[in-house]
């Protein structure tokens, strides 16, 4: 790229965020965890050789940007739609083109369903045949849970890649590339404060774009010197990105964040509140909060009390839909009561123990009577036969549900704190171990 490139109006009509899209897997930003060398995906990508699959994570963490590299390696063809402005006319016009393609010059398609979470049933029931069959490669980016938002049949049909938020040291050195890149802000000859970079890359919340696009906005509104350079400073970057600096240190910011989450575990509520509203006044992100209580009202308070954790969600959704301050009010009730609320990590001891046994003993041998009955031959069918029916023994009866090598292990023990002490009568009752 020339000068004559940054020039061109069209380009710089362009995001700074388009701009400084990777061409390639080398320049992509983050997910290490899907994308790094000798990786299933990365692998697919460059050998061709990727299937169906739906990308879903948070906004800005690369879904479109690896969409777009996979339609730049591959030979074959590359369609975009979005689900919000494309019908069923389009997914056929789509399809039919794919068909002619595959059928003419042997070459595959593939498409790219932007926000596919927003496709009804009508919609991907269009697109189905298709994918089995082989006539499409559809590539599904998403901001929701697919297997909560999805058709089903099109889930099942693809392999879903879940992406991450970005961490503030890859937003960080994302940014410095583009105020140095010919393809990004070079131009401006802008140099930035290095408080001023870590503030955006902190306060993006793992969002790339949103991090590009207040850089691009406190360089295009910063006044040039004499020289005609251009100096962003902190108070620069507050603006642009509308968050004021922390008003402490990163070390403090993370004991604070620690004293808090450990004055809801040990059921202060006047130390909680003090901790939020300290990290929330200083410029912590109040959604930062909400997710430290979700986490341990299941944590700590866990089957102790289970309305601890309702009490928790409901406030961070309270939030979202409310913001300041009115939704400070929800969340300090959350707070309180999760304070409050009796205290048990029987949950968190109960999944260690499963996952450990999961991966250490992984034993697939079902019990023959807790096998799905509607497949396989005689013998499985007529062994699905002595699978005891709780409801027909009055909502419980001993029954063997682990396989053998698990057999009479015991993950989850409740302890005698609050709703805990009724699941011991009830366990007791049973005759089974607590």
């Known amino acids: 790229m ?5 020039n061109n109006n069209e380009y710089d009509a362009k995001p700074l965020a388009d701009k400084m899209r990777p061409n390639n897997l080398d320049e992509f930003v983050g997910q290490g965890h899907i994308v790094a060398e000798g990786s299933l995906l990365r692998r697919a990508i460059k050998l061709d050789r990727l299937g169906s699959c739906i990308f879903w994570g948070p906004p800005g963490c ?6 777009h590299i996979v339609a730049s390696t591959t030979h074959g063809n590359f369609v975009k739609l979005n689900a919000v402005q494309s019908g069923v006319a389009d997914v056929k016009k789509a399809v039919e ?8 010059y042997g070459k595959k398609t593939y498409l790219l369903l932007d926000e596919c979470h927003r496709f009804n049933k009508t919609q991907s029931d ?15 980016s998403t901001t929701e849970n697919p297997y ?3 058709t089903p049949a099109i889930v099942s049909r693809c392999r879903v890649f879940e992406f991450r938020r970005l961490s503030e040291e890859e937003i960080l050195g994302a940014l410095k590339k583009a105020l140095v890149s010919r393809k990004g802000l070079y131009a401006y000859k802008a140099a930035c404060d290095e408080e001023a ?15 590009y696009n207040a850089l691009e906005l406190a360089v295009l509104t910063t006044p040039p010197a004499a020289d005609g350079s251009i100096h962003v400073t902190l108070t620069d970057a507050e603006q642009s990105i509308q968050r004021k600096a922390l008003s402490y240190n990163e070390d403090t910011y993370y004991d604070m964040l620690s004293a808090f989450c450990k004055s809801l575990r040990g059921s202060d509520p006047d130390a909680a509140l003090y901790y939020a509203f300290r990290l929330i006044e200083g410029g912590c992100d109040p959604m930062i909060i909400c997710r430290r209580l979700v986490v341990h009202s299941a944590e700590d308070v866990g089957m102790a009390d289970p309305t601890a954790q309702l009490m928790a969600v409901s406030a961070m959704q309270a939030f979202e839909k409310l913001g300041a301050p009115e939704g ?3 969340l300090s009730n959350a707070i309180v009561y999760v304070c409050e609320a009796e205290k048990s990590n029987s949950v968190i001891l109960a999944m260690g123990k499963a996952r450990t046994a999961a991966r250490e003993v992984r034993d697939d041998n079902i019990p023959p009577y807790l096998k799905d009955s509607s497949y396989g031959d005689r013998e499985a069918k007529a062994q699905s036969k002595n699978y005891k029916y709780p409801h027909n023994f009055g909502g419980w009866v001993e029954q063997q549900y682990l396989p053998d090598s698990l057999k009479g292990e015991v993950f989850y023990e409740p302890k005698e704190n609050g709703f805990e002490k009724t699941v011991r009568e009830i366990r007791k009752k049973k005759g089974k171990k607590s």
């Open 126 to 140: 269009s697109l189905l045949p298709a994918i089995e069959q082989g006539t499409i490669i559809f590539i599904g």
């Open 2 to 6: 020339d000068l004559f490139d940054l």
């Open 328 to 330: 400070f009010i929800p």
């Open 197 to 211: 970079l870590k503030h955006i890359a902190r306060m993006s919340g793992g969002d790339l774009r949103a991090a």
């Open 97 to 104: 083109d794919a068909k002619n393609a595959l059928k003419m």
């Open 62 to 67: 690369g879904k479109t940007t690896l969409a």
């Open 148 to 150: 909560a938002s999805m």
